[in-house]
């Protein structure tokens, strides 16, 4: 039930005038009897046990009814659960909506969008304009009602509501909908009508992301079976596979855009600052490459205490002798779990602090921006454990054994000089590096930590969401608890009441952002990518989890995340170009890791007192993995081209206007013969007569 009845009743604030029934309904009424709210708002209204309310709210309700009657909205107002709150569910007058929908064409035009009649836009660019009325400053045409301010607790879109209500009961009569192709496609224009166009291209990706490693996992499995681990045929298949995964989720995107007529649809994105504060873009980059060191330097720090971590870790664990190593051992771990963190709270205030700087034209550019910053530290704190195993340890720190002797004597002369330093006991010879620590290392985050990540992303914020929703805890955190429970049910009529039901507790789910399902679909690409040799079956159990991934995001987007407000974007990026960066630093490290480990008989790496674990020469190692990144980089960077070219509207309209120009050129070289022949033959004359003359 979306639909609101309009209560004849006189909606009466307190401390607002009194107004009879005849003029009460200047807010509400419009041609319809019944109101099907596009926007939900709630708005705080304090009051205590008798009944007084908050003067400094009613003036914030003031303030919101003024603003919503004046750009043309129709207001019903509900009770919340918590009777601290009230429920403004808005909708734009049709009058109002056919103004903004000229308008936004008007805008499209400008850049050659197709435009879309009014009858015929979907339900998530409705919702869309609506927003940028309601939310954009009143110098701007909006009503500048924001989170935050004005007593407003939250805001949430609602006309897609029961659209979505219906696509969850129907979804779970879809279960083979992963293999099932029509299915898979009536999900993303489902998405693309009533979220719009962002997570249908999210959604897009994920179907072509898990579809190319289930093929990677079913290669793994055979590798897996005939070669074991750090095999070098698997190698190039993993590579293989993830540069035509790479290449299906590009060409798939260009397709959308062109289907979608996406091409500048950023370039309509409203501008967050004023037109004459609006920067070049050249001198936008030229900002962003300044942060460069900044970057550098975080990036740096970061590495170096991970890296310490890494050593204290083997010291305890494969050096020291002493008491309550069993314990001592976890020392690591905590302070990697604590300088993590912090280290990218850190960089990341920086970076949001800099973005005052780079002075982004839309707030789409600046988020773009900073995730491009983030993505860094992102990937450093998940691979860099690994790449110092394979790339430090295994190769190098064999040669700890010569120095046994000295680590001991320092530390004993630590005990006599220092009378706090206790007697540290440690191995004296015959130190060997833990063959097993990267096989270890690669199934911790192939599976352990894909099953925490899961749990964190997906059940913990359910399971918070209902803690901080208990009046107690809420109160803990800054809300005000209600006065008295109400019941919604008898104040409620009975036709909305379901639907009023669904909205309320919209309010009370977790929020989230596709970027967080991007970065974990890219993180795991970036496993696969550079450590895939490790464990042939790792691609596997990545596409079980991508499986897994792919429909609870589907549940999260239509039921169990709070509801988002649809936006307008181009593209994926910078998500697809996060995975080329990866794809070809992994066709590095994924050749190297398979020269250095692998052998004819899929044996486990060796570790040896007196030599490196790496098999292979390095000369033979280092030259072959260049290789294998030229060549990928190569072939990417060409067949991108080749996709341009087919998908691309701008490179078809180019070669288009170019034969069209060739065909009016040679119209000009088309000279007819019209040159009379009494003409002709007298020009013979002059000439004959003209070389007489020279030869008298």
Avoid at 61 to 87: A, G, M, S, W, Y
Avoid at 490 to 500: C, P
Wanted: hydrophobic share 45%; with cysteine; charged share 20%.
């Amino acid at each position: 039930m979306s639909e609101l009845k309009q209560r004849n009743v006189p909606v009466h604030i307190p401390g607002t005038p009194k107004v009879d029934e005849k003029s009460s309904t200047n807010i509400q009424q419009e041609d319809s009897s019944k109101l099907s709210p596009d926007f939900a708002i709630k708005v705080l209204y304090n009051q205590d046990k008798n009944g007084d309310i908050d003067l400094e709210c009613v003036t914030h309700v003031k303030i919101i009814l003024k603003l919503l009657q004046k750009h043309d909205f129709i207001v019903e107002i509900r009770p919340d659960t918590n009777d601290q709150f009230l429920l403004f569910l808005i909708k734009l007058k049709s009058e109002a909506f056919t103004t903004l929908v000229n308008l936004a064409n008007e805008t499209d035009s400008i850049f050659g969008i197709k435009t879309t009649p009014e009858d015929k836009i979907s339900c998530a660019e409705r919702l869309r304009l609506i927003n940028l009325k309601l939310s954009l400053p009143p110098q701007k045409g909006g009503c500048g009602i924001k989170i935050g301010e004005n007593g407003v607790k939250d805001i949430i879109c609602v006309g897609n509501a029961s659209a979505l209500a219906d696509e969850w009961k129907s979804n779970w009569a879809s279960l083979g909908k992963i293999v099932r192709k029509s299915v898979r496609q009536s999900d993303v224009a489902f998405l693309k009508e009533n979220l719009g166009v962002f997570f249908a291209l999210h959604y897009k990706f994920a179907q072509a992301y898990t579809s190319s490693i289930g093929c990677l996992g079913l290669f793994g499995i055979i590798c897996w079976w005939f070669f074991g681990n750090f095999s070098v045929i698997y190698a190039l298949g993993n590579l293989f596979v993830g540069f035509t995964t790479y290449l299906c989720i590009y060409a798939s995107e260009k397709k959308c855009i062109r289907d979608w007529s996406l091409e500048n649809i950023e370039k309509t994105q409203v501008l967050r600052v004023d037109k004459d504060h609006i920067d070049p873009d050249w001198k936008i980059l030229f900002k962003k490459l300044l942060f460069v060191p900044v970057t550098l330097s975080g990036a740096t720090l970061l590495f170096a205490a991970q890296f310490f971590c890494f050593l204290l870790e083997i010291f305890i664990r494969q050096i020291y002798e002493g008491p309550f190593q069993q314990f001592l051992v976890f020392i690591p771990t905590i302070l990697l779990a604590v300088a993590v963190p912090v280290g990218t709270a850190i960089y990341t205030i920086l970076a949001k602090k800099y973005l005052a700087f780079e002075n982004n034209s839309t707030v789409e550019n600046e988020n773009k921006s900073l995730v491009s910053k983030l993505f860094t530290f992102n990937c450093l704190a998940s691979y860099s454990a690994m790449l110092i195993t394979a790339f430090i340890y295994l190769p190098l720190f064999y040669m700890v054994n010569p120095y046994l002797q000295t680590i001991e004597a320092v530390l004993t002369n630590a005990n006599s000089v220092y009378y706090y330093v206790p007697f540290i006991k440690t191995k004296k010879t015959d130190y060997l590096v833990d063959n097993n620590r990267l096989s270890a290392q690669m199934f911790y985050f192939m599976v352990t930590n894909q099953i925490v990540a899961f749990i964190v992303e997906h059940i913990l914020p359910q399971i918070l969401a209902i803690i901080f929703n208990i009046p107690k805890v809420g109160a803990l955190l800054g809300t005000p608890a209600s006065v008295k429970k109400i019941d919604l049910k008898s104040i409620d009529d009975a036709e909305e009441h379901e639907f009023l039901e669904n909205i309320r507790a919209a309010f009370l789910k977790p929020s989230f952002t596709l970027d967080e399902e991007y970065r974990a679909y890219i993180i795991q690409y970036g496993f696969l990518m550079l450590f895939g040799p490790i464990w042939s079956l790792g691609a596997f159990i990545s596409f079980l989890f991508a499986v897994l991934q792919q429909e609870t995001d589907y549940l999260k987007f239509i039921k169990l995340g709070k509801p988002l407000t649809p936006s307008r974007v181009g593209s994926s990026q910078p998500w697809v170009a996060f995975m080329k960066v990866l794809l070809v630093i992994g066709s590095f490290t994924s050749i190297a890791i398979a020269l250095m480990f692998g052998n004819d008989y899929g044996e486990p790496i060796s570790s040896y007192t007196y030599k490196s674990s790496v098999s292979r020469a390095w000369f033979m190692i280092f030259p072959f993995s260049v290789l294998a990144t030229a060549v990928v980089y190569l072939s990417v960077t060409s067949i991108e081209k080749v996709i341009d070219g087919v998908y691309d509207k701008s490179q078809i309209d180019m070669m288009n206007k170019e034969k069209k120009a060739s065909e009016m050129l040679a119209t000009l070289t088309e000279k007819k013969n019209i040159v009379a022949h009494d003409e002709y033959e007298s020009d013979l004359k002059k000439i004959e007569e003209l070389i007489s003359v020279m030869r008298s």
